[in-house]
Structures are given as structure tokens and as C-alpha cells.
């Protein structure tokens, strides 16, 4: 009889399904921050009757996230994979993003979306092409999401967030953000 020798992985190589507990993790903390964020943002535009066409179109993408996330709660679940214990740092600072962008304006609301957005497309887009066929229900779920989260971006646009004050500054601080809670959520 011969015997399939077993391959050992070398010190800090991930098997597949330590890589989609990390995938599954850190898209699960990017959903709930993105909830927080419009929950931010609502709690500032939804109170005044003039910001009331700004706090309608924040409520429809918030439900988009809110479905996500709650795919991502099931996805977790399912693999048995945990949530980031940073779950109650990204809400609350998921939150005060979302407050302090609408207390700065509309347009700053939205460039706040456009920032996150455009991280969200990039950081989908290489799981998708990692995933590729070793995953392609997980993958082509990521993609549906990606369209959404594309979606958003320009909706974003459309609203003016261009406009926003110091947007160059605001979007590229708010991307560095994103790109660090990534880095991390995959891990914690």
C-alpha cells in the first residue's frame, strides 16, 4: 500500500478555511461599521425636516448594508468562524464617522460614502479574484454585494460629495481608515 505523505504547512501559512473565517470576519466588521455610519448619519439628517431628501437616500443604503450584514451574521454562524472582538470599537467609531461627516453637511456625508465605498469595491474585487473558483457561491455573492456597494459610491457622487468641504482630505483620510480597520479586523 502506499501512503500519501501529509504535506505540513510552513510556519504562518493559512488553510482555506482559516482564510474565509478572515474574509468572512473582516466583510462582516466592514457591514457593520457601514451600518453604523448611515445610523450616524441618520441620527444627524433624520431629526431636521431640510436634510429629510438626504436622510431618505441614507436609509435606503443603510438597508442594503443592513442585508448584508445580516448574510455575513449567517455566514459566520455557519463556518463557525467568530465576529472581530473589535465588534464594539468599529460600531462606535462607525457611528461617530457617520455623525461627524452629516454634522459637517450633506455633500460631507456623501463624500464619507464615496471614500468607503471605493475601498469596499477594491477590497471585494481581490477576495473575488482570490476566491475564484475555490469558492464561487461565496465569491459570486461578493459580487452581487460589490455591484450594491458601487451603487452607493455613485449615488454618493450624484449627491454633490465632490463638493464637500476639504473632500480631497476628508476622502483620502477616511480611505486610509478603511484600509487600517481591514488590515486589523482580519486578524482580531
Known amino acids: ?7 505540513a504547512l510552513r510556519p504562518g501559512a493559512k488553510t482555506a ?3 474565509r473565517a478572515e474574509i468572512l470576519r473582516v466583510d462582516h466588521a466592514g457591514e457593520l461599521g457601514a451600518v453604523r455610519i448611515y445610523q450616524g448619519q441618520l441620527a444627524v439628517f433624520g431629526a431636521r425636516e431640510k436634510t429629510a431628501r438626504t436622510a431618505g437616500i441614507i436609509a435606503e443604503m443603510a438597508a442594503a448594508e443592513e442585508r448584508h ?6 455566514l459566520l454562524n455557519e463556518a463557525g468562524a467568530r465576529p472581530t472582538v473589535l465588534e464594539p470599537f468599529w460600531s462606535a467609531a462607525g ?3 457617520g455623525a461627524a461627516t452629516a454634522l459637517l453637511g450633506e455633500t460631507a456625508a456623501m463624500a464619507a460614502t464615496v471614500a ?3 475601498v469596499i469595491d477594491e477590497h471585494y474585487q481581490g477576495q473575488i479574484g482570490e ?3 475555490s469558492n464561487p457561491v461565496l465569491a459570486g455573492e461578493l459580487e452581487q454585494f460589490r455591484a450594491e456597494e458601487i451603487e ?3 449615488t454618493g457622487l450624484a449627491e454633490g460629495a465632490e463638493r464637500a468641504p476639504a473632500y480631497p482630505l476628508l476622502r483620502g483620510l477616511i480611505k486610509v481608515g478603511c484600509r487600517l480597520a481591514i488590515k ?3 486578524k482580531v
Request: cysteine-free.
Open 95 to 97: 457611528f461617530a464617522l
Open 1 to 7: 500500500m502506499i501512503e500519501t505523505p501529509i504535506k
Open 17 to 19: 478555511e482559516h482564510r
Open 69 to 74: 450584514k445580516a448574510r455575513f451574521d449567517k
Open 152 to 154: 452607493h459610491k455613485e
Open 131 to 133: 476566491l475564484g473558483q
Open 116 to 118: 468607503v465605498e471605493e
Open 184 to 186: 486589523i479586523a482580519e
